[in-house]
């Protein structure tokens, strides 16, 4: 057993700006409320709720394209509503942090399709806006159907797609650590100075993805770099993940192979100049709970009439690149070498999994590790789980919405702080500083730090400009 026996445990709500999400199926519940997704009220709602369970954050995924591999076309997709439609993550941020004072955002976007700045500008404002909550999920895409939409041929090769992200974050920490100085703004109005000159700095980058040459129109947020979180499991993917990431997101299987994964991310972090604790680990569950262990189980057996199976394989056909539609539920399916999520289509290397497998793992219309019990029950079953593996938290998705969430704070969130694992109170302080205890800032060893301006440098920023952007 790992030594995190006083450890507090992260938690997340793990959502979509869309109706199907993880569980695939459940909108059909008659209780289940995702089909008003695309009103405001149901994302206000939800931070309220969040933030009474103390919940770190709102985790919201978000793709670039639609799931089109099963059966060739979109036509199971568009009927269960899988991820489609779907909306703009971002757009739900100002809203719920205007009621709201303590919930972080983790917002996904795929960096494949986004210009640098335009990016990095609209999350340093979102950082200003939420007073230090905003997280960015650093994604690089794997549907070919996104990479078309865009109007490009087709989907980049998966190592091309990691270099093209190095020298994004490259160029986004230029923006958000190397142009302005903490003490550039002074606000003097006697003197009509609000920002001293000397103190903002053009950048100047000239890459093989990406140019840039001039000054970041957005001056420090409390983060400056929002709190970056990533889920590369693959050699490139965990290469990247542990250079860059604050926050990781893992895939679960057993505790032996997730405790084994996170060794891996720990010991790669050091060998990149890193702490081992510098990276928190996320692993996704989902939950259904009750009053009692049999009522818990009711519930469950109730969700199983609602939930689909078929979706949650369509989903999975576009995450490993080929289309299970055409095998038969009792054979097994064959590796293939795709260029879609690595480390998913692994498993069909290392062991033998039929259509039957993946459908009975997709019960509940998803593939995540399922907890039902009591309060009492699953509290005990998630604090061995972090034990036993060493992982940081979790990313809990919805079931049936709102009632999954109001169900695990009522339920779950008091017997995990009876237990002593859980906050009572929210910690002060920017999202940064709540999950790590140590400021507002990226950390000396991170990267960043080589991109950040030096303070109280008195060249003029016109001196950094050419006459041309002058």
């Avoid at 990781?248 to 891996?264: H, L, S």
Wanted: aromatic share 10%; net charge negative.
């Amino acid at each position: 057993m790992t030594n995190n026996i006083h450890k507090k445990i992260i938690l997340n709500a793990f959502d979509m700006n869309s109706v199907g999400h993880i569980n695939h199926g459940l909108w059909t519940h008659p209780r289940d409320e995702s089909y008003r997704f695309n009103q405001l009220n149901y994302w206000t709602e939800l931070a309220q709720t969040l933030e009474t369970g103390l919940f770190d954050g709102l985790f919201i995924a978000d793709i670039t394209g639609v799931y089109d591999v099963y059966q060739n076309g979109i036509d199971l997709t568009l009927k269960e509503s899988i991820q489609l439609p779907s909306h703009d993550p971002s757009t739900l941020v100002s809203a719920m942090a205007a009621v709201t004072k303590n919930l972080g955002f983790g917002i996904t976007v795929n960096l494949s399709y986004e210009s640098p700045y335009q990016f990095a500008r609209r999350f340093s404002s979102l950082d200003h806006l939420t007073q230090g909550r905003i997280g960015w999920n650093i994604v690089t895409g794997y549907l070919d159907s996104a990479a078309k939409l865009v109007g490009q041929a087709g989907l980049k090769d998966h190592d091309l797609r990691y270099e093209q992200a190095e020298e994004f974050l490259e160029l986004a920490y230029k923006f958000w650590e190397g142009s302005w100085e903490d003490d550039a703004i002074i606000i003097d109005k006697e003197n009509r100075i609000f920002t001293r000159p000397e103190k903002v700095h053009a950048i100047q980058h000239y890459g093989k993805f990406y140019q840039s040459q001039g000054v970041f129109q957005v001056s420090p947020s409390i983060q400056r770099t929002p709190v970056l979180f990533q889920a590369g499991a693959s050699p490139k993917g965990l290469e990247f993940a542990t250079k860059h990431s604050e926050a990781m997101f893992i895939g679960a299987d057993t505790p032996e192979k997730v405790k084994a994964q996170v060794e891996k991310i720990r010991a790669q972090t050091i060998a990149q100049g890193r702490h081992a604790q510098d990276i928190k680990i996320l692993v996704g569950i989902s939950v259904v709970t009750a009053e009692t262990d049999a009522l818990a189980q009711e519930k469950y057996n109730e969700y199983l009439k609602y939930a689909s199976p078929e979706a949650g394989l369509a989903h999975f056909s576009s995450s490993i690149g080929f289309d299970l539609s055409k095998y038969q539920d009792s054979e097994t399916i064959p590796y293939q070498k795709s260029n879609s999520i690595v480390s998913v289509n692994q498993r069909f290397k290392e062991n033998k999994v039929t259509i039957a497998d993946l459908k009975a793992q997709h019960a509940l219309g998803g593939r995540y590790p399922l907890f039902i019990g009591s309060g009492a029950s699953v509290a005990e079953q998630l604090i061995h789980f972090i034990d036993e593996t060493g992982i940081d938290g979790f990313n809990l998705t919805r079931t049936v919405a709102p009632e999954s969430h109001h169900d695990f704070i009522r339920y779950v969130i008091p017997e995990l702080q009876q237990r002593g694992r859980y906050k009572t109170e929210y910690a002060q302080g920017s999202l940064r500083h709540k999950l790590f205890q140590q400021g507002d800032r990226l950390s000396k060893q991170h990267p960043a730090q080589q991109f950040r301006c030096h303070q109280h440098a008195e060249t003029s920023t016109l001196s950094h400009l050419d006459k041309h952007t002058a």
